[in-house]
Nanobody, 124 residues
Framework: QVQLVESGGGLVQAGGSLRLSCAAS????????MGWFRQAPGKEREFVAA????????YYADSVKGRFTISRDNAKPTVYLQMNSLKPEDTAVYYCAASPNSYLYSQAKTYTHWGQGTQVTVSS
């Protein structure tokens, strides 16, 4: 069983940076792939980034590629999302999620555990 708690959200101006953290509890964290998703008001939840259990492979949505970086520290255990060059369209609630599977990382149905979310607001 894995429990996830996000932090690090807030209000930032366009062009700024934020780093989100997702602290996990549970001894099996290192066996899970981890993902970040976001949901803006009136929109469906969308994939942002994912990282495999070893940290050896990462995946990104086209909209964030080159601006966001996902990483993990299995010893802590925590997953991070470094967000640079933020845009107003990045405004959303950001969720981290854990998946015991090794496929379909961009699809929410792959993930079995979710955090409560943290708000990110980017002003223009």
């Amino acid at each position: 069983q894995v429990q996830l708690v996000e932090s690090g959200g807030g209000l930032v101006q366009a062009g700024g940076s934020l780093r989100l953290s997702c602290a996990a509890s549970g001894r099996t964290f290192s066996r899970y792939a981890m993902g970040w998703f976001r949901q803006a008001p009136g929109k469906e939840r969308e994939f942002v980034a994912a990282i495999v259990w070893s940290g050896g492979s990462t995946y990104y949505a086209d909209s964030v590629k080159g601006r966001f970086t996902i990483s993990r520290d299995n010893a802590k255990p925590t997953v991070y999302l470094q967000m640079n060059s933020l845009k107003p369209e990045d405004t959303a609630v950001y969720y981290c999620a854990a998946s015991p599977n090794s496929y379909l990382y961009s699809q929410a149905k792959t993930y079995t555990h979710w955090g409560q979310g943290t708000q990110v607001t980017v002003s223009s």
